[in-house]
């Protein structure tokens, strides 16, 4: 368990040696130290580090010897240094793909502020979603000797590299995004769900050809929400006739507008697998003079942006980020050491925020998504 001590039985305790006092020594001032207070009190340097690390019972004569002998040089234990001989250091690291991203923004601000609320620091390192950060990172942090590790990533670990870091790592949470072979703890939303529910609005309002632009088709995430979506159309007795997979970034959501665009734009309405690249297609659409929701309506995934603000509305689907972040803590919190058997995944609900870039499709919308799906 984070915060408690990892190794057991006093007298392999390390001893401190810092401080953050100073006093006059000897005729010079400069800082007081273990071995000063251990001379001062006629004990050992090891007594006294297990006085103040409260793993030893003395006799309250020599209690009061040590006490007597802090007060009067003015010791003030290092706690850097007390932690390290506690075995543990009381700081987590957190690994995300993009700290500019307002997904991994909120989440890294749910990751600190719960950590903060147990007495934890954080260790924060963006990847910019490269594998060879995120392996560089992962050393970094197994080095430092941090608690734990929350790990974000945002791409498929070709080669296994990633997987086996990871594994190197004792205490490790792995959120949103999967690490196929890694058997620790995961948190995800429930994006099959997710997909639904975007389906459902789509259904509701009469569509019946839709698209989805998201990333890799191997990412759970995608998989996720693509499957849900693409299952709730069908039983709806719709269909997908646009699917388009890049990765979750603006710049992608562009190129899959000009794509939609040169393909005659052969769905009424599309599912965008994250806010961002929904905006990347809003951009392009506009820019084409194609006017949402009234020619094409839309919906994205996270709501963690000011989507109310931008025109139109953006309806999407609302992740639980920050209950994400902080149930993550609170899962590696608990962790004693990497459990013999990985749990399942823990999957956290969603829901859709209605807004107003989704309504009924025109007869002439219908028939020209219906001609173009018919010739593809």
Request: aromatic share 4%; charged share 25%.
């Amino acid at each position: 368990m984070i915060g408690g001590p990892k190794t057991t039985g006093a007298a392999n305790a390390p001893q401190m040696s810092g401080d953050a006092s100073t006093t006059k020594l000897a005729g010079t001032k400069r800082l007081a130290n273990l071995r000063d207070v251990a001379k001062a009190a006629g004990v050992s340097v090891a007594t006294v580090s297990r006085h103040l690390n409260r793993s030893l019972t003395l006799p309250d004569a020599t209690v009061a010897r040590i006490e007597a002998a802090i007060a009067e040089l003015g010791y003030r234990p290092n706690p850097h240094a007390r932690r390290l001989s506690l075995g543990r250091s009381d700081t987590i690291g957190l690994v995300i793909p993009d700290i500019a991203n307002p997904f991994f923004a909120t989440l890294a601000a749910a990751v600190e502020e719960e950590a903060d609320a147990r007495g934890l620091g954080v260790a924060l390192r963006s990847s910019l979603n490269r594998p060879g950060r995120e392996l560089k990172y992962l050393d970094q942090l197994r080095h430092n000797e941090v608690d734990g590790l929350i790990f974000v990533t945002n791409h498929i670990d070709q080669t296994g590299a990633l997987a086996a870091e990871i594994d190197r790592v004792e205490r490790v949470v792995v959120l949103d995004e999967d690490v196929p072979g890694v058997g620790v703890p995961k948190i995800y939303c429930d994006n099959e769900a997710a997909g639904r529910l975007a389906a459902e609005a789509f259904l509701a309002s009469g569509h019946r050809h839709v698209g989805f632009v998201g990333s890799d088709a191997a990412m759970i995430s995608t998989s996720g929400r693509l499957g849900g979506f693409a299952r709730q159309i069908c039983d709806g007795g719709g269909q997908v006739s646009f699917v388009s997979h890049g990765d979750y970034t603006r710049a992608f959501g562009r190129r899959a507008a000009a794509e939609f665009i040169e393909r005659g734009l052969p769905a009424t309405a599309l599912f965008a697998a994250s806010d961002e690249i929904a905006l990347g297609l809003l951009e392009v659409f506009r820019d084409a003079g194609i006017r949402v929701p009234a020619e094409l309506s839309l919906i994205g995934f996270d709501d963690t942006g000011p989507l109310h603000l931008i025109d139109p509305p953006l309806t999407t689907i609302r992740q639980p980020v920050r209950e994400i972040g902080r149930r993550g803590v609170e899962l590696l919190a608990s962790l004693d050491a990497r459990p013999a058997e990985a749990p399942p995944p823990e999957l956290l609900p969603v829901e859709i925020v209605h807004r107003a870039s989704v309504q009924p499709p025109t007869e002439t919308v219908r028939e020209r998504a219906a001609a173009i799906s018919g010739r593809n």
